[in-house]
C-alpha cells in the first residue's frame, strides 16, 4: 500500500513555533512500523515557517502575515524542519528526501510528469520522501496556502491508496467543540454537501494555515482521485497502522468516490485559482452536467472578472451556486459573443456538484 501522511504546524510546533520534536519522532516511529509492514509512505510536513519562528526572534510575539517575512521565515525554517526529520529517520534506518514543490508542478504537464517520477523514484530506492510547499519563493498569487491540498494532490500524482490528514483534533465534529462540549466525531463521511462544509467550519488555529475546511478539501480532492482519506489525531497512538488497517473510531473516514476525474481536469478543478466567473442559464446548466458539451457563449448570462484565453474560471447558475469551472478560450474583453463560439471547451470543463 502506499500512504501519503500529512501532519500540520498545530501538531509540530508549540505555542512559540518551536518544533516539537516528540512529535516528528512518534511520527516517524509509525513510518517506520509501516515501512517494515511492506508499505511505502510520503511524509507532507508544515512547519517550515512555525519552525523559523523562535530562530528569527519572533517567538511569543503574533505571527508575522506580510507575505515577505513568511518567506524569509520558511527559508530559515526549512532547514531546521528538515535536521529533524532525518535525524528521526535515521534512528529506524530510513533515509528522508526533501521535496519542495508549488502549484505549477501540478498545473504544467512536464513539471508534473517530472514530479511523478522524481517521488516514484524515491519511493523505489527505500527513500521516504518528505514534501513541503516551497514557501521561501512562492508567488504569492499563485501558491497554495497551505499543505492539505498539496497532499491530496500528491496522493493522486503516485496513486497512493490512502491519505492520512493528522491534525490536533480526534477528526471532523459535528460542532466547534469550542463552543459545543457535546460536538462528536463524524466517523464516516460518503457524500459532500454545504452543511458539511459548515460544521468544518474555517481556519484553525493562529500558527496553522488549514483548519478543518482545508482538510475537508482535500479530501475531497482525494476522493475524486480515488483515494481513502482518513482525518485523525496525531497524538493518537498508532495513529498511521490503525488508518490503515481501517480500525473502527481512528478518525473520519472520507470514502473514495466512484466518480474518479483525470488528473489534467483535477489540477483544473483544484490547482488552478480561478479568475471570474461565468454565469449560465438553466439550459445551459442542464446540458453541461449531462456531460459531453461545451459551453456556449449563447448560454451565457452574465461574467466578472478579468480573464485571458486560458485562465479558469468558475461556472454559476442564476442564482449564484457555483457548480462548475474550466478554462476559457474567450478573454473577458471578448464577451458577449456569438451565441455559437465556444467559451469553455468540454475537454476543460468539471463539474463539481
Known sequence: MIIVAKIGTSSLTDDSGIIRRDAIS???????????????????????????LPALGF?????????????ALSAVGQSRLMGVYDSELSRHGLVPGQVLMAPLDFIERRQYLQA?????????????????????????????GDNDRISALVAQLIGADLLVL????????SADPRLDPNATLIEEIVEFDKELEAV???????????????????????????????????????????????????????????????????????????????????????????????????????????????????????SGEVFGKGLVRVGSDGLPCSGSVVVVHADDLVILV
Open 26 to 52: 512518534k511520527l516517524c516511529a509509525e513510518v517506520a512500523g509501516l515501512r517494515e509492514e511492506g508499505h511505502s509512505v510520503v511524509i507532507v510536513t508544515s512547519g517550515a515557517i512555525g519552525a523559523g
Open 166 to 173: 493528522l491534525t490536533d483534533m480526534p477528526g471532523l465534529l
Open 200 to 318: 468544518a467550519g474555517g481556519p484553525g488555529t493562529a500558527r496553522g494555515s488549514g483548519g478543518m475546511a482545508s482538510k475537508l478539501a482535500a479530501a475531497k480532492i482525494a476522493a475524486w482521485s480515488g483515494v481513502r482519506t482518513v482525518i485523525a489525531s496525531a497524538s493518537r497512538p498508532d495513529v498511521l497502522r490503525d488508518a490503515v488497517a481501517g480500525t473502527a473510531g481512528v478518525g473520519t473516514v472520507v470514502a473514495s468516490h466512484d466518480r474518479q476525474i483525470p488528473a489534467r481536469k483535477l489540477w483544473i478543478a483544484f490547482a488552478v485559482r480561478s479568475s471570474g466567473t461565468l454565469v449560465v442559464d438553466d439550459g445551459a446548466r442542464r446540458a453541461l452536467e449531462r456531460g459531453g458539451v461545451s459551453l456556449l457563449a449563447a448560454g451565457l448570462t452574465a461574467s466578472s472578472g478579468d480573464f485571458v484565453v486560458d485562465d479558469a474560471v468558475e461556472i454559476a447558475d442564476h
Open 59 to 71: 517567538a511569543g510575539a503574533d505571527r508575522p502575515k506580510d507575505s515577505v517575512t513568511l518567506q
Open 116 to 144: 511523478r517520477g522524481t517521488l516514484n523514484r524515491l519511493l523505489e530506492l527505500g527513500v521516504v520522501p518528505v514534501v513541503n510547499e516551497n514557501d521561501a519563493i512562492a508567488d504569492d498569487e499563485i501558491r497554495f
